[in-house]
Nanobody, 125 residues
Framework: QVQLVESGGGLVQNGGSLRLSCAPS????????MGWYRQAPGKQRELVAT???????????NYADSVKGRFTISRDNAKNTVYLQMNSLKPEDTAVYYC???????????????WGQGTQVTVSS
């Protein structure tokens, strides 16, 4: 079973910074795209940032307009870990942040998407 474990959430003041991490556990052969999504109370889950596999796709990144210039997604293929550096945080960034990864657990098996359990980020005004 593949599980994604997030860490790094918490409470921060307006303008502050946080760094989220997400690492999978369990049987993993390859990981393709990885990303971060968030869901605020009463709202739908939305994309924050994604990054492709560094080896096969060059690690291309994509960001939601609302976080461009403030958030940076990166990954360490050796550790199968994805990070989200969040700077200049605003109260509207308050949400539960979820990690997502396309994982093939065993050679020959198709990739499928997995979600982490979520980590709360709260930005006080």
């Amino acid at each position: 079973q593949v599980q994604l474990v997030e860490s790094g959430g918490g409470l921060v003041q307006n303008g502050g910074s946080l760094r989220l991490s997400c690492a999978p556990s369990g049987s993993i052969w390859r990981i393709d795209a990885m990303g971060w999504y968030r869901q605020a109370p009463g709202k739908q889950r939305e994309l924050v940032a994604t990054i492709t596999d560094i080896t096969t796709s060059g690690g291309s990144t994509n960001y939601a307009d609302s976080v461009k210039g403030r958030f940076t997604i990166s990954r360490d293929n050796a550790k199968n870990t994805v990070y989200l550096q969040m700077n200049s945080l605003k109260p509207e960034d308050t949400a539960v942040y979820y990690c997502n990864a396309d994982v093939s657990p065993i050679f020959g098996l198709a990739y499928r998407g997995y979600w982490g359990q979520g980590t709360q980020v709260t930005v006080s005004s």
